[in-house]
């Protein structure tokens, strides 16, 4: 992420001053791209660090979810740019400006390497986190912005159509916004603390329900405490007379193998501890055995 960072930043400054000499806004608008991708490298490098600590005071999580809230903070930030460069782009297309469409192109074609190498470097990073893979589609995106540049450029040499610069920029708009929607639904997901994507909650607690000795699962929750990291709390209700702590530890090995959740809090009872099968103050759906397993649990 640091060798990404820096390449970015030396090319940001050398393409703005290329962009307002070319009178550029294609340009212009993937220098600022480029300025929230180092921005967004800084903030999740950051992040890095604050969810490295360790539990502390009321924090029992840790910093945790810092990533989560980097990945937001990049998403919405890309939402608001392309937003700007939208209205800007628009203007141009109604009245178009001069553009020098030889150092665009020149410009856009250096952009493209230097992209594709801080790409690189990122891809060797740990991508399952939601914090580092806002920063790689950051890169990814200016990337794409700039082949589009680069078509623009090629265009108003061939063509003297200047009118292609604007059209450019609301291309890198599209992917900006695409981009920037997807970081902030995912993060939104986890503040929500909505199952995690390929989890789900009815299926996972009619398998649970259907461990060895289980009367019924209910009060089931499963969130993640950020990215890669999904945790379950539930109650489980044994069959009279059988072992509580064993039903447990199945449980445990089911989730960690089948839905690789590590983070469990299972509170187990007898079923006639409670007085009934079933807790009146449940929350959220139950979940019992199948019909011909319970009957076969019974003989």
């Not at 995106?141 to 609301?170: C, E, P």
Request: hydrophobic letters at 50%; charged letters at 15%.
């Amino acid at each position: 992420m640091g060798v990404a960072l820096a390449l970015i930043t030396a090319y940001m400054a050398g393409e703005v001053v290329v962009g307002v000499f070319a009178g550029s806004l294609a340009l212009i608008s993937d220098a600022a791209h480029m300025l929230t991708d180092a921005g967004a490298i800084v903030l999740a490098l950051f992040a890095m660090r604050l969810a490295a600590r360790p539990p502390k005071g009321g924090y029992t999580f840790g910093l945790k979810r810092a990533e989560i809230l980097s990945a937001q903070a990049n998403g919405i930030t890309m939402l608001i740019l392309g937003g700007v460069l939208a209205v800007e782009a628009i203007r141009r297309l109604v009245e178009p400006g001069h553009v020098v469409g030889g150092p665009v192109l020149v410009t856009a074609l250096a952009g493209i390497a230097v992209n594709l190498a801080a790409a690189w470097a990122l891809s060797r990073a740990n991508r399952t986190s939601l914090n580092v893979q806002g920063a790689f589609l950051h890169i990814l995106n200016d990337l794409f912005a700039f082949i589009a540049t680069a078509a623009a450029g090629l265009v108003m040499i061939l063509t003297g159509f200047t009118r292609a610069d604007a059209i450019a920029t609301l291309l890198v708009v599209v992917l900006m916004v695409r981009a920037g929607v997807g970081l902030v639904r995912a993060s939104g997901r986890i503040f929500l603390e909505a199952a995690p994507s390929g989890i789900d909650p009815p299926a996972l607690g009619s398998r649970l329900a259907g461990v060895a000795d289980v009367v019924e699962v209910h009060d089931l929750h499963v969130w993640q405490i950020t990215s890669g990291e999904p945790a379950l709390s539930a109650h489980v209700l044994v069959a009279e007379g059988r072992d509580c702590h064993g039903v447990r530890r199945a449980i445990e090995g089911l989730l960690r193998l089948e839905y690789r959740i590590t983070h469990s809090t299972l509170q187990v009872d007898h079923a006639r501890e409670r007085g009934d099968e079933h807790c009146a103050d449940s929350h959220g759906e139950s979940y019992r055995p199948p019909a011909e397993v319970a009957r076969g649990r019974t003989t």
